[in-house]
Protein backbone atom coordinates (compact mmCIF):
# COMPACT_ATOMS: atom_id res chain seq x y z
CA UNK A 1 0.00 0.00 0.00
CA UNK A 2 1.80 3.30 -1.01
CA UNK A 3 1.80 6.60 1.38
CA UNK A 4 -1.03 8.08 -0.94
CA UNK A 5 -2.68 4.70 0.25
CA UNK A 6 -2.39 5.51 4.08
CA UNK A 7 -2.96 9.26 3.53
CA UNK A 8 -6.25 8.42 2.57
CA UNK A 9 -7.61 5.95 5.22
CA UNK A 10 -6.39 8.55 7.84
CA UNK A 11 -8.41 10.97 6.28
CA UNK A 12 -11.42 9.38 6.13
CA UNK A 13 -10.88 7.93 9.59
CA UNK A 14 -10.72 11.44 10.69
CA UNK A 15 -13.45 13.03 8.90
CA UNK A 16 -15.90 10.42 10.12
CA UNK A 17 -15.26 11.32 14.07
CA UNK A 18 -15.48 14.68 13.25
CA UNK A 19 -17.91 15.74 10.53
CA UNK A 20 -20.49 14.95 14.06
CA UNK A 21 -18.49 16.96 15.87
CA UNK A 22 -20.77 20.59 15.50
CA UNK A 23 -23.50 18.44 16.85
CA UNK A 24 -21.57 16.24 19.25
CA UNK A 25 -20.28 18.82 21.59
CA UNK A 26 -23.89 19.79 22.50
CA UNK A 27 -24.65 16.25 22.73
CA UNK A 28 -21.42 16.51 25.43
CA UNK A 29 -23.37 18.68 27.07
CA UNK A 30 -26.14 17.35 27.48
CA UNK A 31 -24.50 13.94 29.08
CA UNK A 32 -22.16 16.30 31.58
CA UNK A 33 -19.28 15.70 28.98
CA UNK A 34 -16.76 18.10 29.07
CA UNK A 35 -18.06 20.02 25.21
CA UNK A 36 -14.23 20.76 23.87
CA UNK A 37 -13.54 16.58 23.68
CA UNK A 38 -16.32 16.50 21.12
CA UNK A 39 -13.70 18.58 18.62
CA UNK A 40 -10.79 16.21 19.21
CA UNK A 41 -10.28 12.73 17.12
CA UNK A 42 -11.17 9.90 18.83
CA UNK A 43 -10.85 11.74 22.04
CA UNK A 44 -14.18 12.04 21.47
CA UNK A 45 -15.49 8.05 20.92
CA UNK A 46 -13.14 7.33 23.89
CA UNK A 47 -15.98 9.53 25.90
CA UNK A 48 -18.44 7.98 24.18
CA UNK A 49 -17.17 4.88 25.09
CA UNK A 50 -16.90 5.39 28.51
CA UNK A 51 -20.43 6.80 28.78
CA UNK A 52 -22.46 3.97 26.85
CA UNK A 53 -20.26 1.94 29.08
CA UNK A 54 -19.19 -0.27 26.66
CA UNK A 55 -15.57 -2.70 27.16
CA UNK A 56 -12.84 -0.19 26.37
CA UNK A 57 -11.26 -2.89 23.77
CA UNK A 58 -13.72 -1.32 21.61
CA UNK A 59 -12.13 2.09 21.37
CA UNK A 60 -9.01 0.35 20.11
CA UNK A 61 -10.59 -1.57 16.71
CA UNK A 62 -11.36 1.95 15.15
CA UNK A 63 -7.99 1.76 13.95
CA UNK A 64 -7.81 -1.25 12.17
CA UNK A 65 -7.65 -0.02 8.62
CA UNK A 66 -10.98 0.32 6.91
CA UNK A 67 -13.25 -2.02 9.55
CA UNK A 68 -12.15 0.79 12.17
CA UNK A 69 -14.17 3.08 10.08
CA UNK A 70 -17.64 0.79 10.67
CA UNK A 71 -16.63 0.11 14.60
CA UNK A 72 -16.00 4.27 14.31
CA UNK A 73 -19.71 5.02 13.09
CA UNK A 74 -21.24 2.11 15.68
CA UNK A 75 -19.49 4.03 18.44
CA UNK A 76 -21.51 7.08 17.10
CA UNK A 77 -25.15 5.26 17.04
CA UNK A 78 -24.27 3.95 20.50
CA UNK A 79 -24.33 7.20 21.50
CA UNK A 80 -27.70 8.07 20.54
CA UNK A 81 -29.10 5.48 22.00
CA UNK A 82 -28.23 6.69 25.58
CA UNK A 83 -30.94 9.95 24.41
CA UNK A 84 -33.72 6.70 23.44
CA UNK A 85 -32.89 7.30 19.93
CA UNK A 86 -33.63 2.82 19.19
CA UNK A 87 -35.41 3.26 15.88
CA UNK A 88 -33.42 2.30 12.83
CA UNK A 89 -34.29 5.17 10.49
CA UNK A 90 -32.72 7.35 13.69
CA UNK A 91 -29.59 4.78 13.63
CA UNK A 92 -29.69 5.26 9.44
CA UNK A 93 -29.81 9.29 9.67
CA UNK A 94 -26.35 8.66 12.08
CA UNK A 95 -24.83 6.68 9.18
CA UNK A 96 -25.73 8.40 6.43
CA UNK A 97 -26.33 12.36 7.63
CA UNK A 98 -24.53 12.88 11.19
CA UNK A 99 -23.73 16.03 10.64
CA UNK A 100 -27.15 17.08 10.07
CA UNK A 101 -29.14 14.23 12.69
CA UNK A 102 -26.19 15.28 15.61
CA UNK A 103 -26.70 19.30 15.54
CA UNK A 104 -30.64 18.39 15.24
CA UNK A 105 -30.59 16.41 18.81
CA UNK A 106 -28.19 18.44 20.05
CA UNK A 107 -29.80 21.74 19.67
CA UNK A 108 -33.53 19.94 20.25
CA UNK A 109 -34.96 21.11 23.56
CA UNK A 110 -36.80 18.06 23.76
CA UNK A 111 -34.25 16.03 23.48
CA UNK A 112 -32.97 14.55 26.96
CA UNK A 113 -30.12 12.22 28.08
CA UNK A 114 -31.24 9.54 29.58
CA UNK A 115 -28.04 7.43 29.93
CA UNK A 116 -26.85 3.65 29.94
CA UNK A 117 -29.67 2.55 31.65
CA UNK A 118 -32.46 2.75 29.08
CA UNK A 119 -30.13 0.86 26.84
CA UNK A 120 -30.10 -2.08 29.17
CA UNK A 121 -33.91 -1.82 29.31
CA UNK A 122 -34.28 -1.75 25.67
CA UNK A 123 -35.01 -5.10 24.34
CA UNK A 124 -35.03 -5.68 20.66
CA UNK A 125 -37.09 -8.01 19.02
CA UNK A 126 -35.48 -11.30 17.22
CA UNK A 127 -36.60 -9.89 13.85
CA UNK A 128 -35.16 -6.21 14.32
CA UNK A 129 -31.62 -7.90 15.15
CA UNK A 130 -31.68 -9.53 11.70
CA UNK A 131 -32.77 -6.39 10.11
CA UNK A 132 -30.08 -4.43 11.94
CA UNK A 133 -27.39 -7.21 11.38
CA UNK A 134 -28.73 -7.24 7.92
CA UNK A 135 -28.65 -3.23 6.76
CA UNK A 136 -25.35 -2.95 8.58
CA UNK A 137 -23.52 -5.47 6.46
CA UNK A 138 -25.31 -4.27 3.38
CA UNK A 139 -24.08 -0.56 3.99
CA UNK A 140 -20.43 -1.43 5.27
CA UNK A 141 -19.93 -3.92 1.99
CA UNK A 142 -21.35 -1.36 -0.02
CA UNK A 143 -19.24 1.39 0.95
CA UNK A 144 -16.05 -0.92 0.68
CA UNK A 145 -16.81 -2.02 -2.79
CA UNK A 146 -17.52 1.63 -3.85
CA UNK A 147 -15.00 3.30 -2.49
CA UNK A 148 -12.10 0.93 -0.86
CA UNK A 149 -11.63 -1.55 -3.28
CA UNK A 150 -13.62 -4.49 -5.36
CA UNK A 151 -13.31 -8.21 -6.42
CA UNK A 152 -12.58 -8.85 -10.29
CA UNK A 153 -12.86 -11.81 -12.25
CA UNK A 154 -10.39 -11.90 -15.05
CA UNK A 155 -12.60 -12.98 -18.12
CA UNK A 156 -10.14 -12.92 -21.22
CA UNK A 157 -6.74 -13.50 -22.35
CA UNK A 158 -5.87 -9.83 -23.29
CA UNK A 159 -3.77 -9.63 -20.46
CA UNK A 160 -2.19 -13.18 -20.71
CA UNK A 161 0.40 -14.36 -19.71
CA UNK A 162 0.21 -11.42 -16.91
CA UNK A 163 -2.82 -12.18 -15.79
CA UNK A 164 -4.61 -15.24 -16.68
CA UNK A 165 -8.41 -16.22 -17.31
CA UNK A 166 -10.45 -17.00 -14.41
CA UNK A 167 -7.98 -14.98 -11.91
CA UNK A 168 -9.80 -13.28 -9.40
CA UNK A 169 -8.53 -10.09 -8.32
CA UNK A 170 -8.64 -7.29 -5.68
CA UNK A 171 -8.62 -3.79 -6.95
CA UNK A 172 -7.80 -0.94 -5.29
CA UNK A 173 -9.66 2.25 -5.21
CA UNK A 174 -7.57 4.27 -3.31
CA UNK A 175 -4.44 4.14 -5.51
CA UNK A 176 -6.09 6.76 -7.82
CA UNK A 177 -8.53 8.23 -5.59
CA UNK A 178 -12.25 7.08 -4.25
CA UNK A 179 -14.11 8.12 -7.61
CA UNK A 180 -18.07 9.50 -6.59
CA UNK A 181 -20.49 7.11 -8.30
CA UNK A 182 -22.36 8.61 -10.86
CA UNK A 183 -25.37 6.90 -10.35
CA UNK A 184 -26.00 6.46 -6.44
CA UNK A 185 -29.45 4.47 -7.28
CA UNK A 186 -28.29 1.26 -7.95
CA UNK A 187 -28.79 -1.72 -6.68
CA UNK A 188 -25.98 -3.39 -4.61
CA UNK A 189 -23.01 -6.06 -5.39
CA UNK A 190 -24.25 -5.68 -9.39
CA UNK A 191 -23.06 -3.37 -11.71
CA UNK A 192 -25.45 -2.57 -14.92
CA UNK A 193 -27.58 -5.11 -15.25
CA UNK A 194 -29.88 -7.10 -12.39
CA UNK A 195 -28.84 -10.67 -13.07
CA UNK A 196 -31.89 -13.08 -14.65
CA UNK A 197 -33.63 -10.39 -15.02
CA UNK A 198 -32.16 -8.29 -17.81
CA UNK A 199 -32.69 -5.64 -16.36
CA UNK A 200 -30.64 -2.34 -15.33
CA UNK A 201 -29.58 -2.47 -11.74
CA UNK A 202 -29.33 1.56 -11.53
CA UNK A 203 -31.23 4.63 -11.58
CA UNK A 204 -30.56 7.81 -13.48
CA UNK A 205 -33.06 10.20 -11.27
CA UNK A 206 -30.21 11.47 -9.57
CA UNK A 207 -26.84 11.70 -11.23
CA UNK A 208 -23.58 13.06 -10.24
CA UNK A 209 -21.14 14.87 -12.33
CA UNK A 210 -17.27 13.36 -12.43
CA UNK A 211 -15.68 13.51 -8.68
CA UNK A 212 -12.57 12.37 -7.27
CA UNK A 213 -11.59 11.99 -3.57
CA UNK A 214 -7.84 12.81 -3.40
CA UNK A 215 -6.92 12.00 -7.01
CA UNK A 216 -3.55 10.58 -8.03
CA UNK A 217 -3.06 10.15 -11.92
CA UNK A 218 -2.55 6.67 -12.83
CA UNK A 219 1.20 6.55 -13.18
CA UNK A 220 2.97 4.76 -16.55
CA UNK A 221 3.03 0.66 -16.59
CA UNK A 222 0.00 0.34 -14.00
CA UNK A 223 -2.52 -2.52 -14.41
CA UNK A 224 -5.35 -0.80 -14.45
CA UNK A 225 -9.24 -1.57 -14.43
CA UNK A 226 -11.59 1.10 -15.91
CA UNK A 227 -15.04 1.69 -17.54
CA UNK A 228 -14.97 0.42 -21.05
CA UNK A 229 -15.11 4.19 -23.43
CA UNK A 230 -16.99 2.68 -26.16
CA UNK A 231 -19.27 1.54 -24.36
CA UNK A 232 -21.32 4.83 -23.83
CA UNK A 233 -23.67 3.65 -26.67
CA UNK A 234 -24.54 -0.19 -26.68
CA UNK A 235 -26.78 -3.01 -28.50
CA UNK A 236 -29.11 -4.83 -25.97
CA UNK A 237 -28.72 -7.91 -28.01
CA UNK A 238 -24.81 -7.73 -28.26
CA UNK A 239 -23.42 -5.64 -25.24
CA UNK A 240 -19.72 -5.48 -25.00
CA UNK A 241 -18.93 -8.80 -26.76
CA UNK A 242 -19.70 -6.99 -29.92
CA UNK A 243 -19.28 -3.44 -29.29
CA UNK A 244 -21.69 -0.81 -30.96
CA UNK A 245 -19.21 1.35 -32.76
CA UNK A 246 -17.71 -2.36 -34.23
CA UNK A 247 -21.28 -3.29 -35.44
CA UNK A 248 -21.82 0.32 -36.78
CA UNK A 249 -18.53 0.29 -39.13
CA UNK A 250 -18.91 -3.24 -40.10
CA UNK A 251 -22.77 -2.08 -41.39
CA UNK A 252 -20.76 0.82 -42.86
CA UNK A 253 -18.33 -0.90 -45.11
CA UNK A 254 -20.65 -3.03 -46.40
CA UNK A 255 -23.22 -0.17 -47.98
CA UNK A 256 -20.07 1.52 -48.77
CA UNK A 257 -19.33 -1.32 -51.37
CA UNK A 258 -22.73 -1.51 -52.02
CA UNK A 259 -23.18 2.13 -53.29
CA UNK A 260 -19.75 1.49 -55.29
CA UNK A 261 -21.19 1.36 -58.80
CA UNK A 262 -24.61 3.55 -57.95
CA UNK A 263 -22.67 6.42 -55.98
CA UNK A 264 -19.66 7.69 -57.87
CA UNK A 265 -18.72 11.02 -56.01
CA UNK A 266 -16.38 9.26 -53.00
CA UNK A 267 -17.57 11.61 -50.53
CA UNK A 268 -21.41 11.38 -51.05
CA UNK A 269 -20.85 7.71 -51.04
CA UNK A 270 -19.30 7.82 -47.73
CA UNK A 271 -21.97 9.62 -46.16
CA UNK A 272 -24.86 8.13 -47.81
CA UNK A 273 -23.54 4.80 -46.64
CA UNK A 274 -22.12 6.40 -43.03
CA UNK A 275 -26.69 7.33 -42.34
CA UNK A 276 -27.93 3.98 -44.12
CA UNK A 277 -25.84 2.44 -41.42
CA UNK A 278 -26.99 4.21 -38.40
CA UNK A 279 -30.80 3.70 -39.61
CA UNK A 280 -29.89 -0.11 -40.48
CA UNK A 281 -28.61 -0.72 -37.12
CA UNK A 282 -31.29 1.29 -34.87
CA UNK A 283 -34.01 -0.68 -36.52
CA UNK A 284 -32.03 -4.33 -36.19
CA UNK A 285 -30.73 -4.12 -32.91
CA UNK A 286 -32.39 -2.35 -29.17
CA UNK A 287 -29.61 0.78 -28.90
CA UNK A 288 -29.45 2.00 -25.40
CA UNK A 289 -26.62 4.47 -23.31
CA UNK A 290 -25.42 3.56 -20.08
CA UNK A 291 -23.34 6.04 -18.17
CA UNK A 292 -19.49 6.07 -17.30
CA UNK A 293 -19.52 4.15 -13.74
CA UNK A 294 -22.15 1.45 -15.18
CA UNK A 295 -20.12 1.12 -18.47
CA UNK A 296 -18.09 -2.56 -18.90
CA UNK A 297 -14.58 -2.95 -16.94
CA UNK A 298 -12.22 -3.77 -18.52
CA UNK A 299 -8.60 -4.06 -17.50
CA UNK A 300 -5.01 -3.10 -19.40
CA UNK A 301 -1.75 -1.78 -18.65
CA UNK A 302 -1.42 2.28 -19.16
CA UNK A 303 1.31 2.30 -21.39
CA UNK A 304 1.52 5.81 -22.11
CA UNK A 305 0.12 8.83 -19.94
CA UNK A 306 -1.08 12.71 -20.25
CA UNK A 307 1.23 14.24 -22.50
CA UNK A 308 3.20 11.25 -24.12
CA UNK A 309 3.96 10.78 -27.71
CA UNK A 310 3.41 6.56 -28.40
CA UNK A 311 4.60 5.12 -31.69
CA UNK A 312 4.30 1.39 -32.24
CA UNK A 313 6.58 -0.20 -34.89
CA UNK A 314 6.79 -3.96 -36.34
CA UNK A 315 5.04 -4.72 -33.07
CA UNK A 316 7.40 -2.54 -30.69
CA UNK A 317 6.14 0.42 -28.71
CA UNK A 318 7.86 3.33 -28.54
CA UNK A 319 7.14 6.36 -25.87
CA UNK A 320 8.23 9.93 -25.92
CA UNK A 321 11.18 8.38 -28.39
CA UNK A 322 12.32 5.75 -26.26
CA UNK A 323 11.70 1.87 -26.20
CA UNK A 324 8.60 1.40 -24.03
CA UNK A 325 8.55 -1.36 -20.58
CA UNK A 326 8.08 -4.48 -21.92
CA UNK A 327 6.23 -6.52 -18.98
CA UNK A 328 8.17 -9.95 -18.23
CA UNK A 329 5.27 -12.28 -19.09
CA UNK A 330 4.14 -10.04 -21.75
CA UNK A 331 3.09 -12.23 -25.12
CA UNK A 332 2.45 -12.28 -28.88
CA UNK A 333 2.32 -14.50 -31.59
CA UNK A 334 5.30 -16.16 -33.34
CA UNK A 335 5.66 -18.20 -36.36
CA UNK A 336 7.00 -20.96 -35.56
CA UNK A 337 8.06 -23.78 -37.98
CA UNK A 338 9.97 -27.49 -37.28
CA UNK A 339 10.99 -30.71 -38.50
CA UNK A 340 9.09 -32.92 -36.86
CA UNK A 341 5.05 -32.63 -35.46
CA UNK A 342 5.21 -30.80 -31.81
CA UNK A 343 2.34 -30.88 -29.43
CA UNK A 344 1.01 -28.79 -26.39
CA UNK A 345 1.80 -31.30 -23.96
CA UNK A 346 4.92 -31.04 -24.66
CA UNK A 347 5.72 -27.56 -25.25
CA UNK A 348 3.84 -27.61 -21.58
CA UNK A 349 6.09 -30.16 -20.08
CA UNK A 350 9.31 -27.64 -21.35
CA UNK A 351 7.93 -24.66 -19.31
CA UNK A 352 5.49 -23.03 -21.81
CA UNK A 353 2.47 -21.98 -20.23
CA UNK A 354 -0.83 -22.28 -22.85
CA UNK A 355 -4.38 -21.43 -22.19
CA UNK A 356 -7.36 -23.75 -23.07
CA UNK A 357 -9.42 -21.46 -24.83
CA UNK A 358 -11.12 -22.65 -28.08
CA UNK A 359 -11.49 -19.41 -29.27
CA UNK A 360 -8.14 -17.79 -28.81
CA UNK A 361 -5.49 -20.37 -28.62
CA UNK A 362 -2.03 -19.89 -27.44
CA UNK A 363 -1.19 -22.82 -29.67
CA UNK A 364 -2.25 -23.25 -33.84
CA UNK A 365 -1.51 -25.29 -36.10
CA UNK A 366 -1.43 -23.65 -39.55
CA UNK A 367 -0.06 -26.03 -41.84
CA UNK A 368 2.71 -28.92 -42.17
CA UNK A 369 4.74 -28.57 -39.29
CA UNK A 370 3.86 -24.58 -38.55
CA UNK A 371 2.64 -23.37 -35.80
CA UNK A 372 1.32 -19.87 -34.90
CA UNK A 373 1.73 -20.00 -30.72
CA UNK A 374 1.82 -17.24 -28.01
CA UNK A 375 4.65 -16.80 -26.05
CA UNK A 376 6.48 -14.39 -23.98
CA UNK A 377 10.22 -13.44 -24.43
CA UNK A 378 11.60 -16.07 -21.84
CA UNK A 379 9.58 -18.55 -23.97
CA UNK A 380 10.89 -18.07 -27.25
CA UNK A 381 14.50 -19.04 -25.37
CA UNK A 382 12.75 -22.63 -24.57
CA UNK A 383 11.32 -22.76 -27.49
CA UNK A 384 14.38 -22.30 -29.23
CA UNK A 385 15.72 -25.58 -27.76
CA UNK A 386 13.45 -27.87 -27.99
CA UNK A 387 14.96 -30.13 -30.78
CA UNK A 388 13.19 -29.92 -34.33
CA UNK A 389 12.57 -26.16 -34.29
CA UNK A 390 14.57 -24.27 -36.81
CA UNK A 391 12.80 -20.99 -36.89
CA UNK A 392 10.56 -19.03 -34.58
CA UNK A 393 9.84 -15.63 -36.52
CA UNK A 394 7.92 -12.61 -34.80
CA UNK A 395 4.53 -12.31 -36.61
CA UNK A 396 3.27 -8.71 -37.01
CA UNK A 397 0.22 -7.97 -37.43
CA UNK A 398 -1.20 -6.28 -40.71
CA UNK A 399 -4.95 -5.38 -39.30
CA UNK A 400 -5.82 -2.20 -40.54
CA UNK A 401 -9.16 -1.88 -38.72
CA UNK A 402 -7.87 0.38 -36.01
CA UNK A 403 -8.21 4.00 -34.26
CA UNK A 404 -8.78 6.64 -35.61
CA UNK A 405 -10.94 4.64 -38.40
CA UNK A 406 -9.99 7.51 -40.79
CA UNK A 407 -8.61 6.78 -44.41
CA UNK A 408 -6.14 9.92 -43.70
CA UNK A 409 -4.05 7.48 -41.21
CA UNK A 410 -2.58 4.02 -42.79
CA UNK A 411 -2.15 2.68 -39.18
CA UNK A 412 -2.46 -0.91 -37.82
CA UNK A 413 -2.12 -3.28 -35.23
CA UNK A 414 1.55 -3.49 -35.12
CA UNK A 415 2.79 -0.05 -37.00
CA UNK A 416 0.84 2.39 -35.51
CA UNK A 417 1.14 6.39 -34.49
CA UNK A 418 2.69 8.58 -34.07
CA UNK A 419 -0.10 9.67 -31.67
CA UNK A 420 0.44 12.13 -28.61
CA UNK A 421 -2.16 11.83 -25.50
CA UNK A 422 -4.27 14.69 -24.52
CA UNK A 423 -3.36 16.29 -21.24
CA UNK A 424 -5.63 18.50 -18.81
CA UNK A 425 -4.81 22.08 -19.59
CA UNK A 426 -2.90 21.98 -22.81
CA UNK A 427 -4.15 23.64 -25.92
CA UNK A 428 -3.95 22.39 -29.73
CA UNK A 429 -4.98 23.70 -32.98
CA UNK A 430 -7.67 22.08 -34.57
CA UNK A 431 -6.55 21.29 -38.01
CA UNK A 432 -7.79 19.02 -40.50
CA UNK A 433 -5.05 16.22 -40.26
CA UNK A 434 -5.78 16.18 -36.46
CA UNK A 435 -9.84 16.10 -36.14
CA UNK A 436 -10.04 12.78 -36.16
CA UNK A 437 -7.91 11.84 -33.65
CA UNK A 438 -9.37 14.34 -31.41
CA UNK A 439 -12.99 14.96 -32.41
CA UNK A 440 -14.24 12.31 -29.85
CA UNK A 441 -12.49 13.35 -26.82
CA UNK A 442 -14.43 16.67 -27.59
CA UNK A 443 -16.99 15.76 -28.66
CA UNK A 444 -18.24 12.79 -26.45
CA UNK A 445 -15.82 12.63 -22.96
CA UNK A 446 -15.78 16.79 -22.78
CA UNK A 447 -19.38 17.33 -23.74
CA UNK A 448 -19.12 19.66 -26.34
CA UNK A 449 -21.51 20.36 -29.15
CA UNK A 450 -19.57 19.94 -31.91
CA UNK A 451 -20.50 20.83 -35.79
CA UNK A 452 -18.65 21.21 -38.94
CA UNK A 453 -20.15 23.94 -41.41
CA UNK A 454 -18.32 25.59 -44.43
CA UNK A 455 -14.96 23.68 -43.29
CA UNK A 456 -14.80 25.09 -40.28
CA UNK A 457 -15.10 23.94 -36.91
CA UNK A 458 -17.87 25.05 -34.48
CA UNK A 459 -18.13 24.14 -30.38
CA UNK A 460 -21.29 25.19 -28.47
CA UNK A 461 -22.01 27.12 -31.26
CA UNK A 462 -18.90 29.16 -31.62
CA UNK A 463 -16.06 29.09 -34.24
CA UNK A 464 -13.27 27.07 -33.19
CA UNK A 465 -9.74 27.36 -34.00
CA UNK A 466 -8.34 25.35 -31.14
CA UNK A 467 -9.03 23.44 -28.12
CA UNK A 468 -7.96 23.04 -24.43
CA UNK A 469 -8.74 19.88 -22.71
CA UNK A 470 -10.32 19.50 -19.66
CA UNK A 471 -8.96 16.20 -17.95
CA UNK A 472 -5.92 13.64 -18.43
CA UNK A 473 -5.90 11.04 -20.64
CA UNK A 474 -4.58 7.50 -20.67
CA UNK A 475 -3.39 4.69 -23.55
CA UNK A 476 -4.22 1.30 -22.32
CA UNK A 477 -2.85 -2.03 -23.83
CA UNK A 478 -3.46 -5.46 -23.08
CA UNK A 479 0.12 -7.42 -22.47
CA UNK A 480 -1.18 -9.98 -24.48
CA UNK A 481 -0.83 -8.21 -27.81
CA UNK A 482 -2.06 -9.65 -30.65
CA UNK A 483 -5.46 -10.74 -28.59
CA UNK A 484 -6.49 -7.59 -26.80
CA UNK A 485 -8.87 -5.07 -27.93
CA UNK A 486 -7.49 -2.00 -26.76
CA UNK A 487 -7.03 1.41 -26.94
CA UNK A 488 -6.06 0.87 -30.26
CA UNK A 489 -9.18 -0.36 -31.49
CA UNK A 490 -11.13 2.46 -29.64
CA UNK A 491 -8.58 5.27 -28.25
CA UNK A 492 -8.31 7.17 -25.35
CA UNK A 493 -9.25 6.21 -21.59
CA UNK A 494 -10.51 9.70 -20.15
CA UNK A 495 -9.63 9.93 -15.88
CA UNK A 496 -13.15 10.01 -15.04
CA UNK A 497 -13.34 6.06 -16.44
CA UNK A 498 -10.63 4.99 -14.23
CA UNK A 499 -11.78 2.52 -11.43
CA UNK A 500 -8.67 1.83 -10.03
CA UNK A 501 -5.41 -0.19 -10.13
CA UNK A 502 -5.18 -4.43 -10.20
CA UNK A 503 -3.71 -4.58 -7.04
CA UNK A 504 -3.68 -8.79 -5.54
CA UNK A 505 -4.58 -11.73 -7.15
CA UNK A 506 -6.66 -13.79 -4.00
CA UNK A 507 -7.87 -16.80 -6.32
CA UNK A 508 -7.43 -18.32 -9.30
CA UNK A 509 -8.89 -21.55 -11.30
CA UNK A 510 -8.61 -23.53 -14.39
CA UNK A 511 -9.39 -27.06 -14.08
CA UNK A 512 -8.34 -26.50 -10.26
CA UNK A 513 -7.05 -24.22 -8.11
CA UNK A 514 -3.86 -22.42 -9.60
CA UNK A 515 -2.11 -22.91 -5.66
CA UNK A 516 1.17 -21.07 -7.55
CA UNK A 517 -0.86 -17.38 -8.30
CA UNK A 518 -2.37 -17.41 -5.12
CA UNK A 519 -1.86 -14.05 -3.27
CA UNK A 520 0.37 -13.00 -5.89
CA UNK A 521 0.93 -8.98 -6.17
CA UNK A 522 0.22 -7.83 -10.11
CA UNK A 523 3.47 -5.69 -11.61
Known amino acids: MSSNDILVLILIS??????????????????????????????????????????????????????????????????????????????????????????????????????????????????????????????????????????????????????????????????????????????????????????????????????????????????????????????????????????????????????????????????????????????????????????????????????????????????????AFVPPYSATDYRVTTNRVIGEDELREAGIALNTDYKSPDFDIIGTNAYLINLTASEVEILKGISGVVSVKREISDIAGVYPYDRKFSWSLDNFGPLWIPKKGVTIPLTPENVALYKRVIFVYENNKWEERDGKIYLNGKEAKDYTFKMNYYWMMGDNRHRSQDSRYWGFVPEDHVVGSAWLIWMSYDSGIRWNRLFKTIK
Open 14 to 323: LLIVLLPAPGLYKLFRKAGIPEWKAWVPFLNTWEIVKAAEIRRHWFFWQFIPIAGWFISIWLLIELVKLFGKFKLYQHAAVVFISFIYFPFLGWSKDEKYYGPSIVKKHKKSATREWIDAAVFAIVAATLIRTFIFEAYTIPTGSMEKTLLVNDFLFVSKLSYGPRIPNTPLAVPFVHHTVPGLKMKSYSEAIKIPYRRWFASPVKRNDVVVFNFPAGDTLTVERDSEDPYYDILRRKEMELYNVYGPQIPNEETRRATSKEQARQSVWEEYTVTTRPVDKRENYIKRCVAIAGDTIVIRDGNLFVNGQP
